[in-house]
């Protein structure tokens, strides 16, 4: 639990430094680490460095420095397009292929995996299933004819459907109404405690943040300005970025107790 990460770590993240040609640093030292069954938040406002940081994780980029281990082994020493097969990758939007249905788009890893048909068939309506949408309904349907939130569902059904040890969740759940929101936040805790998968998940929402996260990053400008659980972000924020990113949280959770009671 960390910050420094356990020999058990499914992830760790050392000193990661991404340098755009004539940029500025998009991601400036990062260190992280997310053990089995973890959730870990990066929180930040726009053009901060976390889709870069998720990026070099699945080696959708390479990192100008800093180091990379994926169950204790360096990511440059494993072949990209295997590493992306063991690391369930949910993207901003949504990135369903359109043209495939609800089942095509869960068995896209498995089948690169060469899994036979009948246990794609069989894992496909299992994930379904976990994710809470009726598979005889969901199964041949195709990413327009459902609603944002059940396209989500399917992008998380996607993710998990080869049992990666890790996730990376990228604004995953933003572009959702605040029930929807809600309503798959609470549904993937469930899965992660049940299937105990790692998790790093990107959001510029820190209420979403304090509400999942085993630990939070919080980092401006490819900096990590504090890094701890969401109670040491509450009790001793460390900069005043933190106490600024808090403020709207903690000031909608005080209108709310405000009204309770009152009539
Ligand atoms: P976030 O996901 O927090 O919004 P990003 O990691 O996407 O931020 O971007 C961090 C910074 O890196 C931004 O200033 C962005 O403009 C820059 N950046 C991202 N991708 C590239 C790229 N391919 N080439 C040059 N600069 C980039
Ligand atoms: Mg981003």
Request: proline share 5%; glycine share 8%; charged share 25%.
């Amino acid at each position: 639990m960390s910050a420094a990460g356990t020999g058990t770590d499914v992830l760790r993240v050392e000193g990661l430094t991404k340098r755009y040609p004539g940029s500025v640093l998009a991601a400036d030292n990062v260190s992280l680490s997310v053990a089995a069954g973890e959730l870990v938040a990066i929180v930040g406002e726009s053009g901060s460095g976390k889709t870069t940081t998720l990026k070099a994780i699945n080696r959708l980029i390479e990192p100008s420095e800093g180091r990379i281990q994926f169950q204790g082994r360096d990511v440059m020493g494993i072949d990209a397009h295997d590493l992306r097969r063991e690391i369930g990758w949910v993207m901003q939007g949504d990135g369903l292929f359109p043209h495939f249905t609800a089942a095509q788009n869960i068995a896209v890893t498995p089948r690169l995996l060469g899994w036979d048909k009948p246990r794609i068939a069989a894992r496909t309506d299992q994930l379904l299933e976990l994710v809470r949408l009726d598979p005889a309904d969901f199964r041949d349907r195709f990413p327009l004819k459902m609603s944002g939130g059940q396209r989500q569902r399917i992008a998380i059904a996607r993710a998990l459907a080869a049992e990666p040890p890790l996730i990376l969740l990228d604004e995953a759940f933003s572009a959702l109404d605040p029930v929807t929101r809600a309503g798959l936040q609470e549904d993937f805790t469930a899965l992660q405690h049940r299937l105990k998968f790692a998790a790093v998940m990107v959001t510029h929402d820190m209420a979403e943040a304090l509400l999942l996260a085993n630990r939070i990053l919080v980092m401006k400008d490819g900096r990590v300005v504090q890094t701890g659980t969401p109670s040491d972000l509450v009790n001793r924020p460390a900069d005043p970025y933190v106490t600024e990113l808090l403020a709207a949280p903690a000031k909608q959770a005080k209108a709310v107790a405000a009204l309770e009671g009152a009539s």
